[in-house]
């Protein structure tokens, strides 16, 4: 079946540490995007990548970065420059201008 | 700017009752898209209708129903006879510029049966 897959589901961070979030997709779409959801404040765009090799820094994009080497994956590392990391992280993927399809997110948390 | 205002936060209505979620949007973009994604306790946005910005008939489809008008940059969504199921986060999403998707803040519908 066609669709995205994020990993892991619950992650636990330590201060000071790196993590990178996966997300892959197999449903061929050339744009794909990160967001995280805190409660009261929606989804909030990190980065989103248009082709392979090329992405854009979205509105709190800051303590993140991205790699785009596979049109099928697009992992979010989160940096220890990250000072306020818990959330919930979202990614999708879609076509043209078609509808955005979404992961089921990664529970992320600093312990 | 390009941004999504949903003003209410959280909506309770008792089940059958109709519920309309407001949406008012901001973009300097003449062309345009505009979603919107029910968020189930489970977590992942599940799509529910777009239109784009060219297009102003407004439709139905089932129990979902949507009210677009340019004039005053709004999209409002009307789930009929609400249902225990319909209880999720409704976000509002414009997509513009160079295929960016920017969400609205969501509404919390609580359906009480």
């Known amino acids: 079946d066609g669709g995205i897959t994020q990993s892991p589901k619950y992650l636990f961070r330590k201060e000071g540490q790196n993590v990178t979030l996966s997300c892959e997709q197999n449903l061929n779409h050339d744009a794909m995007y990160w967001y995280r959801q805190d409660p009261g404040q929606g989804l909030r765009l990190i980065y989103y990548s248009q082709i392979v090799n090329d992405f854009q820094k979205g509105d709190i994009a800051e303590g993140y970065s991205v790699s785009r080497e596979k049109k099928e994956s697009f992992p979010l590392t989160v940096t220890s420059a990250q000072k306020n990391p818990t959330a919930f992280y979202l990614c999708?993927?879609?076509?043209?201008?078609?509808?955005?399809?979404f992961g089921q997110g990664t529970r992320l948390t600093v312990v | 700017a390009q941004k999504v205002t949903q003003a209410q936060t959280e909506i309770s209505v008792v089940e059958k009752e109709d519920v309309t979620l407001d949406c008012v949007y901001e973009t300097r973009d003449t062309t345009y898209y505009l979603f919107w994604y029910k968020q189930p306790p489970s977590g992942e946005l599940v799509f529910l209708i777009r239109r784009n910005s060219f297009d102003e008939q407004n439709e139905i489809s089932g129990r979902y129903s949507w009210n677009f008008q340019k004039s005053t940059s709004s999209f409002n969504f009307t789930i009929t006879a609400s249902q225990v199921v319909d209880s999720a986060v409704y976000f509002c999403?414009?997509?513009?510029?160079?295929?960016?998707?920017?969400f609205g803040k969501g509404n919390q519908v609580v359906v009480i049966p």
């Open positions: 999708a993927s879609s076509i043209g201008v078609s509808e955005a399809f």
């Open positions: 999403a414009l997509l513009y510029g160079n295929n960016r998707l920017a």
